[in-house]
């Protein structure tokens, strides 16, 4: 019953949202066409729910080029300074209150990841797709990036587990807070790959134990 009323709740305030901030929205927006001339929003396919590839929208916050960087550039030094602006004050995420409206996201779930973590996850792990991704989640509200994969993964399941009206306005709260503060707010692409080998080993130790007890 709830997940019905979360549905309308997302809709209702990802609209007002939008009204609210459209002039901040704009601003980004033109200060980021200002920089360098490149696209102001970043798309990037990612995992909804039911293992549905959507793409989600951010303001660009890294430079057009940096592939073609120094790779020698920390992750940092590839970052804009329109970008270092708004990812400190998370307004990079804003265009997701479009994710939002299309009912591809919702303010509170298991955040978007990209499809390759969900080679490498067990059946178990895969139910973390089981609802909707979300802007914030229980991980955010625990200790975004500065907790491995593992935990990550479990605080989504537990998420899940006990959705509620009360347990989405506590993560809310949680999550207003938790944009105030850079500690570990950032995963930078070498993060990212760790991650997923982590994820990769610890499949492969399972496969390899479940292999052996059955013969």
Known sequence: MYIRIKRLLDVTFALILLILLSVPMMITALAIKIEDGGPVIYKSKRMGKGLKVFNTYKFRSMKTNRKELNSEL???????????????????????????????????????????????????????????????????????????????????????????????????????KAAFSKANAEITEQGIKKEISDLKNKKVQLESYNYKQAV
């Open 74 to 176: 920390t992750h940092s030094e590839m970052v804009t300074r329109v970008g270092k602006i708004i990812r400190k004050t998370s307004i990079d995420e804003l265009p997701q209150l479009f994710n939002i409206l299309k009912g591809e996201m919702s303010f509170i779930g298991p955040r978007p990841w990209i499809p390759d973590y969900y080679e490498w996850f067990t059946e178990e792990q895969k139910k973390r797709a089981n609802v909707l991704p979300g802007l914030s989640g229980l991980a955010q509200a625990r200790g975004r990036n500065g907790i491995d994969i593992f935990k990550k993964v479990d605080y989504d399941l537990e998420y899940i587990e006990k959705i509620s009206f009360r347990e989405d306005i506590y993560l809310i709260i949680e999550s207003v």
